[in-house]
């Protein structure tokens, strides 16, 4: 199980940090990645990071802003997002790809495992 949190209102140029928390150690050697979507709109990949963390993936709307780092430790993976607009907007979603230790890709379809989402909402 996938459990997220983090999400909050916030103003434009403000940080958040999200947390996904899986219950079961076996996550750590998944491929892990968050994704989002918006009221209307499909659910697109944001980032990705392989099972030991060396290897990391974003969307080019978020780079230099979002930094994606896991600590097996904790079975949890973050989602740091700084410098925040309007159009991140959206439902925050955790993922794993139970049959990968490396990022599989950024479509839906590369990830099997769902967490529900967290709410991430920025006002300008």
């Known amino acids: 199980q996938l459990q997220a949190s983090g999400g909050g209102l916030v103003q434009v140029g403000d940080s958040l940090t999200l947390s996904c928390a899986a219950s079961?150690?076996?996550?750590?050697?998944?491929?892990m990645a968050w994704f989002r979507q918006a009221p209307g709109k499909e659910r697109e990949f944001v980032s990705g990071?392989?099972?030991?963390?060396?290897?990391?993936d974003y969307t080019d709307s978020v780079k230099g802003r979002f930094t994606i780092t896991r600590d097996n430790a904790r079975n949890t993976v973050y989602l740091q997002m700084n410098n925040l607009k309007p159009e991140d907007t959206a439902i925050y979603l955790c993922?794993?790809?139970?049959?990968?230790?490396?990022?599989?890709?950024?479509?839906?379809?590369?990830?099997?495992?769902w967490g529900q989402g967290t709410q991430v909402t920025v006002s300008s």
């Open positions: 993922a794993a790809s139970t049959s990968s230790l490396m990022i599989p890709g950024t479509d839906t379809l590369d990830y099997n495992y």
């Open positions: 079961e150690g076996t996550f750590r050697r998944y491929a």
């Open positions: 990071i392989n099972w030991r963390g060396g290897s990391t």
